[in-house]
């Protein structure tokens, strides 16, 4: 009996042999879905050479092939009979001696005038043969051509995008499917957006129930357009729409449209509409419309281009859809300015719904989200957290708690703190901590008045956000230091002495270097840069410049989420110009000299927070405004 080991073995043996060479079965159940026999052109030569090597080794009759001058011996003994001459080749038997078996042979055929002679006075038995060379022609043409074919049509699989997706299939929709029980993704996972949930939830209401809006003769908006800055949530959105109302969820790129080939991105969009029909009600939804809506005649060739082909057939689907076919169209995107107008009119995407930056409440719901499987401390408390974050998005808070999580598994804690939290904060905002980067005594003493100037200013002022901490440890790319404020409230509306004061607060680094060393540094460039921006600002959109009055001096499009670096075309003369420019140097001047006059007076409270920065690398906004109280009293 073999022992348990080896039935083992052979049981993995014969597994093994029937993954490879024993048929598959599709039905076969793996995940809870059927999965697919593969085939492979390896298993094909395999099995061919495998039949060849049978055939020639195995099963053909044994046959010992011997030199022609033994040939000639075995005539002149007689111990060779059953001759068959052939045009290259000639096969027999030789007799065996005593009591061995005759055995067959052949051998090379060479010219031999005397053979046939030979053989007649020897009286042996021959015959000839003829081998015609058509069958071997005819293999010999069409086994190549049958393994050329066979390896076509597996590379034709293999250059598709997916299941059945070859190179034939260009012309189908490259949308993944979501059953409705697959969308796990309710309203309850996302938060922050109330006021566009709540948009949607009449959508949501017609999925489930579109008898109650046909019976009064009302009609579902066909298409809706979620607006709002890179990561406030439109992708999770449009998922939980999906997930409340239990219907098919298809999900596409709008570049995933347009290939290289003319007429592919209509294809798809008739095809994708098609499946959408058959799945009714289900939703639609397009990510980055404005890869594929961008306006038209916005070519600098000229022409009809594929984008403008793969628009139009867009269209015309959304236009062909009547309402009772329950399939609702959704798509996201962040530059709504640059959309073609026939998609934002009614009877396409007739509805806009803004997924805006949540403010403090929002923000504090989105981090009880993402922290619910992380272990947090006890005084742990996430409004102060949601306070340090104002312009996070959802994106950037689950970016957040995983940070803290990392840290606090970094330090082996048994649970995420606010110590993790604040220098995850540290982290996104200013970048990688550099404590190992060696600095000159003189930069460090530099940075550290810097910073201690945009700190007492921040605090002078009427109308700043209260400073939080005060960092001279470099971090990021360029960042040597950092003043980090906390707003006590989201702001909406800032007025003309809120952005003096700001402009301040950025001033103050530089004139603390000048006011101590009589010498400045290349630290303040950020800084500059954003009070000119701020200054530019009020004078040429805000009117809060008595010179040049009440006019806006910006042009009238522009994008309504602009990028970094977006600068506006000129509209205006150079005469105005000129002015404008004044405009904005007497702004950043007047603040200029505001700035020198607080800190001349707190000299003693920048050397001393100077001094403390420079042994501690970090002091809080606490330990200033004690500074500051005893200064005042």
């Given at each position: 009996m073999p022992s348990d080991d080896k039935k083992r073995s052979m049981e993995e043996l014969k597994d093994k042999f029937r993954s490879l060479f024993g048929p598959q079965d599709p039905q076969k159940k793996q995940g809870g879905l059927p999965t697919k026999a593969h085939f492979s052109i390896w298993y094909f030569l395999i099995a061919f050479l495998l039949i060849i090597y049978l055939q020639q080794y195995l099963f053909a009759p044994k046959v010992e092939t011997i030199p022609y001058g033994q040939f000639k011996q075995g005539l002149s003994e007689g111990t060779v009979s059953k001759l068959t001459i052939g045009p290259e080749h000639i096969t027999g038997t030789l007799k065996g001696k005593e009591q061995k078996q005759d055995k067959a042979f052949t051998t090379v055929r060479v010219d031999d005038p005397g053979l046939v002679k030979e053989l007649d006075e020897r009286k042996i038995a021959y015959q000839g043969r003829y081998d015609s060379k058509l069958l071997s022609g005819i293999l010999s043409w069409v086994l190549p051509i049958a393994i050329?074919?066979?390896?076509?049509?597996?590379?034709?699989?293999?250059?598709?995008?997916?299941?059945?997706?070859?190179?034939?299939?260009?012309?189908?929709?490259?949308?993944?499917?979501?059953?409705?029980?697959?969308?796990?993704?309710?309203?309850?996972?996302?938060?922050?957006?109330?006021?566009?949930?709540?948009?949607?939830?009449?959508?949501v209401e017609f999925l489930r129930n579109p008898e109650k809006f046909q019976k009064l003769g009302g009609r579902i908006p066909k298409g809706v357009l979620l607006v709002g800055p890179p990561g406030t949530g439109k992708t999770l959105l449009a998922k939980a729409v999906a997930g409340e109302a239990k219907v098919p969820f298809?999900?596409?790129?709008?570049?995933?449209?347009?290939?290289?080939?003319?007429?592919?991105?209509?294809?798809?969009?008739?095809?994708?509409?098609?499946?959408?029909?058959?799945?009714?009600?289900c939703i639609i939804f397009i990510d980055e419309l404005d890869a594929l809506g961008k306006a038209r005649g916005m070519n600098v060739f000229g022409g009809n281009d594929e984008r403008e082909q793969t628009l139009n057939q867009l269209l015309v689907e959304m236009d062909g859809f009547e309402s009772n076919k329950g399939v609702i169209i959704m798509a996201a995107t962040n530059r709504p300015e640059i959309l073609d107008p026939a998609l934002l009119r009614p009877g396409r995407f007739d509805r806009q719904v803004l997924v805006d930056r949540p403010d403090i409440n929002g923000r504090e719901a989105i981090l009880r989200i993402h922290s619910k499987n992380v272990i947090l401390s006890p005084d742990m408390d996430l409004r102060k957290i949601?306070?340090?974050?104002?312009?996070?998005?959802?994106?950037?808070?689950?970016?957040?708690?995983?940070e803290a999580a990392l840290l606090a598994a970094r330090k082996n804690k048994?649970?995420?703190?606010?110590?993790?939290?604040?220098?995850?904060?540290?982290?996104?905002?200013?970048?990688?901590?550099k404590k190992n980067r060696v600095m000159k005594p003189q930069e460090k003493e530099i940075v550290a008045?810097?910073?201690?100037?945009?700190?007492?200013?921040?605090?002078?002022?009427?109308?700043?956000?209260?400073?939080?901490?005060?960092?001279?440890?470099?971090?990021?790319i360029a960042a040597l230091g950092y003043t980090q404020q906390q707003p006590t409230e989201d702001r909406y509306l800032l007025t003309r002495a809120e952005l003096l004061d700001r402009l301040a607060v950025l001033l103050g680094g530089r004139v603390a270097e000048e006011l101590v060393f009589g010498e400045i540094s290349t630290g303040a460039?950020?800084?500059?840069?954003?009070?000119?921006?701020?200054?530019?600002?009020?004078?040429?959109?805000?009117?809060?410049?008595?010179?040049?009055?009440?006019?806006?001096?910006?042009?009238?499009?522009?994008?309504?989420?602009p990028p970094d670096g977006y600068a506006p075309n000129k509209t205006y003369s150079e005469t105005r110009a000129t002015q404008i420019d004044e405009e904005i140097s007497r702004v950043i001047?007047?603040?200029?000299?505001?700035?020198?006059?607080?800190?001349?007076?707190?000299?003693?409270?920048?050397?001393?927070?100077?001094?403390?920065?420079?042994?501690?690398?970090?002091?809080?906004?606490?330990?200033?405004?004690?500074?500051?109280?005893a200064f005042t009293a």
């Open positions: 050329m074919l066979l390896i076509w049509r597996y590379a034709m699989k293999k250059m598709g995008s997916g299941p059945g997706m070859g190179v034939m299939s260009f012309g189908k929709s490259k949308a993944k499917l979501f059953a409705g029980s697959e969308t796990k993704v309710t309203f309850l996972d996302v938060a922050g957006i109330d006021e566009a949930k709540e948009e949607l939830q009449e959508v298809f999900t596409i790129s709008g570049s995933e449209f347009v290939e290289m080939f003319v007429g592919v991105g209509a294809s798809r969009v008739r095809d994708l509409f098609s499946q959408a029909t058959g799945q009714a009600p949601a306070a340090l974050t104002p312009g996070f998005v959802g994106a950037d808070l689950a970016n957040l708690v995983n048994e649970a995420v703190g606010p110590p993790e939290f604040d220098e995850a904060v540290d982290r996104l905002v200013g970048g990688l901590e008045f810097h910073e201690s100037g945009h700190a007492i200013v921040a605090e002078s002022v009427e109308h700043a956000d209260p400073v939080h901490k005060i960092s001279i440890i470099p971090r990021g460039q950020n800084d500059l840069q954003r009070a000119t921006d701020i200054a530019r600002s009020m004078v040429t959109e805000y009117g809060m410049s008595d010179r040049l009055g009440l006019v806006t001096y910006e042009p009238a499009h522009r994008p309504m989420f001047e007047e603040a200029h000299k505001r700035v020198q006059k607080i800190l001349t007076e707190r000299r003693k409270i920048l050397d001393d927070l100077a001094r403390l920065l420079s042994q501690n690398e970090i002091v809080k906004g606490e330990e200033l405004r004690k500074m500051l109280s």
